[in-house]
């Protein structure tokens, strides 16, 4: 579990730069989130939590047979759906992690995360921006909106 140079930092909205939190104390030495576990942080979480296979090999995670898994990781996909969140540019990364499966993101290598011919389903999602907006106004409605994109942008920074 390993965080870059600019973790937990601030953004210079001038520059449109995130600013460093943590500087190496060695030159040469680069401070990078690996967003992956690593070997070791596998088997200290496994060996934490009791989850050993029967032949004593400890689980990985991050292996292609949970990747490869179509599912939903939490309770509350079919409302998210029915709320047009599925639909919506701003939560795509959150809805392809989260409800995969309802939302219908399991293709593996697709550059668009969600196809949909459902007018149902685009008109869900705009009511649900014209909701937002009339609830926190115009201005904060796309700013909530735009979150999702921009902190999948900042890690893209990194």
Known sequence: MHYDGY????????????????????SGVELRDNMKFTPTDIKKLNR??????????????????HENLCEDKVHHCELSKQRGLCAMAAYRAIM??????????CQKGSHS????NDVRSTRR????????MEIYGKKDALK??????????LMRLS
């Open 7 to 26: 973790a937990f930092g601030k953004v210079d909205n001038h520059r449109k730069i995130r600013l460093a939190t943590m500087i190496p104390k060695k």
């Open 48 to 65: 934490f939590g009791g989850c050993l296979k029967e032949d004593n090999q400890i689980l990985d995670s991050t292996s292609d047979d």
């Open 96 to 105: 392809k992690t989260s409800c995969m499966k309802t939302c219908d993101l």
């Open 113 to 116: 995360y969600h196809r949909t």
């Open 125 to 132: 999602a705009v009511s649900a921006n014209r909701a937002s």
């Open 144 to 153: 909530l909106a735009g979150f999702v994109d921009f902190r999948i942008n």
